[in-house]
């Protein structure tokens, strides 16, 4: 499910075109670490966040032009000035909230914005949730922000089967699980994907001792 996401919501959804400025909130995430090296190979340049210094080097082994932490980099919107001097035209979104709001400050004209999620709104009541206060700057830019579930693209099934068994092959698809042991992890492997202590997919193995 994760790279079916990834592909629909980068490839479909974001229309990517060679030497696009990509940004991936989230990226190394399960879905987030696959749309970066979709955009490289696409021809794009992409930057990436995630809340750690070991996140961050990760991202770059996996071929980002660039990435940050964004809990060590609290202006968000002069950290998006110094990586995208050129704007944005691509936003992988996953986390909404603030940083959503920081992104809508840099976007190019005709950006496009993927919305995978907004995970740092999803344990908030929603009258509580962060409102996003520059929302018309997607008039003035005639930006492109769209919703999807990869549920919907079910039907491009084989034509994702063929392109990205291809990348797989060729090795330019990289790919990283956060592998937890026995049931008992059940909790603490979902949590990780709230917190951001997860490294790539959260996967809990139940066969035998190893």
Not at 157 to 173: A, L, P, S, V
Not at 180 to 197: C, I, P, Q, R, Y
Request: aromatic fraction near 12%.
């Amino acid at each position: 499910m994760p790279a079916l996401t990834a592909w629909a919501g980068f490839i479909i959804v974001g229309e990517p075109k060679p030497g696009d400025e990509v940004f991936v909130s989230a990226a190394a995430g399960s879905v987030g670490m696959l749309v970066g090296q979709l955009a490289k190979i696409k021809g794009c340049r992409v930057v990436g966040s995630a809340g750690s210094d070991e996140k961050v080097k990760l991202l770059k082994e996996f071929g980002f032009d660039d990435a940050f932490n964004y809990k060590s980099e609290t202006d968000w919107d002069a950290a998006l000035s110094r990586y995208f001097p050129r704007g944005i035209d691509i936003y992988f979104d996953n986390v909404g909230g603030r940083m959503l709001e920081a992104v809508l400050n840099h976007i190019n004209m005709n950006a496009r914005i993927p919305v995978c999620g907004m995970i740092s709104q999803y344990n908030q009541e929603w009258k509580q949730r962060f409102g996003v206060r520059n929302l018309l700057n997607l008039v003035g830019k005639c930006a492109k922000m769209e919703g999807f579930l990869c549920g919907n693209y079910l039907h491009r099934m084989g034509e994702f089967f063929e392109e990205m068994t291809g990348y797989i092959k060729q090795g330019k698809i990289k790919y990283k699980e956060d592998v937890k042991v026995g049931l008992d992890s059940f909790l603490e492997a979902f949590n990780s994907m709230f917190t951001g202590e997860n490294m790539g997919k959260p996967v809990i193995y139940l066969g035998p001792p190893q």
